[in-house]
């Protein structure tokens, strides 16, 4: 017994395979004595499961910090001596529907006081006779976004006409156009 017990201490312990057997044994007991402090394990929790509820980095009270705040309404700012959001939503909606017969330069050239730079450019190709409406059958409605930033909702004989307005300077200009169908 004391032979082992030598070789034990003396050969086996400083060699590589008993340094190693050693670790092993101390990480096993760490782990062991881990388990039985932590108690029974629930096999539901882990990685794969979801939280039950969305996880928050902000506090609940804080305020919104988001580019559009929904508390209050934007009042647009028109410059004195022009017009405002809903009678330049108006007068391009005129436009736009132009009348029967109209040529196209004639029908751009009544579009181009009304539009910004960028719409009038990316309507250069359009033709009037294309146009889907030929009535308004409504009252503009405003959704203001900002000062300088309006949407407008037209309702037309088979659909709706949507322009947002622009207005950097206070001065109002239709920036974009977008039709849809009713259905």
């Given at each position: 017994m004391r032979r082992a017990i030598e070789f034990l201490f003396r050969r086996l312990l400083r060699s590589r395979l008993g340094v190693a057997l050693g670790m092993a044994v101390l990480?096993?007991?760490v782990v062991g004595a881990a388990r039985l402090?932590?108690?029974?394990?629930d096999p539901a929790a882990g990685l794969s499961n979801r939280p039950a509820d969305p996880i928050t980095t902000v506090h609940p009270t804080t305020?919104?910090?988001?580019?559009?705040?929904?508390?209050?309404?934007?009042?647009?700012?028109?410059?004195?001596g022009q017009p405002t959001p809903d009678l330049v939503a108006e007068r391009f909606t005129a436009a736009?529907?132009?009348r029967p017969g109209q040529a196209a330069e004639d029908w751009h050239d009544a579009l181009r006081p009304l539009s910004t730079t960028g719409l009038t450019e990316k309507l250069?190709?359009?033709?009037p006779a294309e146009v889907p409406a030929s009535a308004v059958t409504g009252d503009v409605t405003l959704r203001p976004r900002g000062e300088?930033?309006?949407?407008?909702?037209?309702?037309?004989?088979?659909?709706?006409?949507?322009?947002?307005?622009?207005?950097?300077d206070g001065r109002w200009l239709v920036d974009a156009v977008d039709w849809s169908r009713d259905e």
């Open positions: 990480v096993l007991g402090v932590a108690g029974p394990s305020g919104d910090d988001g580019a559009i705040s929904t508390t209050t309404t934007p009042s647009p700012i028109t410059r004195p736009w529907l132009g250069s190709g359009a033709d300088t930033f309006v949407e407008a909702t037209i309702p037309l004989d088979g659909g709706q006409l949507r322009l947002e307005l622009l207005a950097p």
